[in-house]
């Protein structure tokens, strides 16, 4: 059973969502919040498995709140749900934390498809999403791989949504090595961070 928690500061899109949810066996919705501090107070109360949050909510935004929520329940997915698809945007969710972004008018196929994925560990972004500009990056002109062998496992791993400690148990290797490689492929291949180092993995399109 996946439980869910939906942010959203349109009641009527909560209740939208959850009558389409509502046959699906094994999700269900358990809580519901309309601002983002409602939805910091709901999760801590009744720690989902996965949140759908709004990006512009009251009081809190679904980025700060997705920070809150990833650092106190590292566990919890997040999906974002929001009517924007710019990079910004969706820059700012993936390094708070999300592991998906929907854009509000998906249907009902991809908003199921994007919770058993992301509850899976694995991340979804909407079709209608540019999950990053290849061309403003630094990657190697002479067609030569720039990362190592284990670079290249971990950097699956990471699109695959792991964490640094899920991905150091699975190598067998510390969780300073896994974050010393991250920061090294970050700097090998002109990124910004941690969430541009996942649009890459992601757009290596890994079988994953």
């Given at each position: 059973?996946?439980?869910?928690?939906?942010?959203?500061?349109?009641?009527?899109?909560?209740?939208?969502?959850?009558?389409?949810?509502?046959?699906?066996?094994?999700?269900?919705?358990?809580?519901?919040?309309?601002?983002?501090?409602?939805?910091?107070?709901?999760?801590?109360?009744?720690?989902?498995?996965?949140?759908?949050?709004?990006?512009?909510?009251?009081?809190?935004?679904?980025?700060?709140?997705?920070?809150?929520?990833?650092?106190?329940?590292?566990?919890?997915?997040?999906?974002?749900?929001?009517?924007?698809?710019?990079?910004?945007?969706?820059?700012?969710?993936?390094?708070?934390?999300?592991?998906?972004?929907?854009?509000?008018?998906?249907?009902?196929?991809?908003?199921?498809?994007?919770?058993?994925?992301?509850?899976?560990?694995?991340?979804?972004?909407?079709?209608?999403?540019?999950?990053?500009?290849?061309?403003?990056?630094?990657?190697?002109k002479t067609g030569e791989e720039p990362?190592?062998?284990?670079?290249?496992?971990?950097?699956?791993?990471?699109?695959?949504?792991?964490?640094?400690?899920?991905?150091?148990?699975?190598?067998?290797?510390?969780?300073?090595?896994?974050?010393?490689?991250?920061?090294?492929?970050?700097?090998?291949?002109?990124?910004?961070?941690?969430?541009?180092?996942?649009?890459?993995?992601?757009?290596?399109?890994?079988?994953?």
């Amino acid at each position: 059973m996946i439980r869910i928690v939906i942010a959203e500061d349109h009641q009527a899109l909560i209740d939208g969502i959850t009558l389409l949810l509502m046959p699906q066996e094994d999700i269900r919705i358990v809580g519901t919040a309309n601002d983002g501090e409602r939805l910091i107070e709901v999760v801590r109360k009744l720690k989902p498995q996965l949140v759908l949050t709004d990006i512009r909510m009251p009081k809190m935004d679904g980025i700060a709140a997705t920070k809150i929520i990833k650092k106190e329940f590292p566990e919890i997915k997040v999906i974002a749900f929001s009517m924007f698809d710019q990079d910004e945007a969706v820059r700012q969710m993936v390094e708070a934390g999300a592991s998906g972004y929907l854009l509000k008018n998906s249907g009902l196929a991809e908003v199921k498809e994007a919770i058993y994925k992301v509850a899976a560990g694995r991340l979804y972004f909407d079709a209608g999403v540019n999950t990053g500009n290849q061309d403003s990056r630094n990657i190697n002109k002479t067609g030569e791989e720039p990362l190592s062998q284990r670079q290249l496992e971990i950097l699956k791993l990471v699109g695959q949504g792991l964490s640094n400690i899920e991905i150091s148990e699975k190598l067998f290797i510390g969780r300073t090595t896994v974050e010393t490689h991250r920061k090294n492929m970050i700097s090998k291949l002109g990124l910004q961070g941690s969430g541009e180092l996942m649009r890459y993995a992601l757009e290596r399109k890994y079988d994953f």
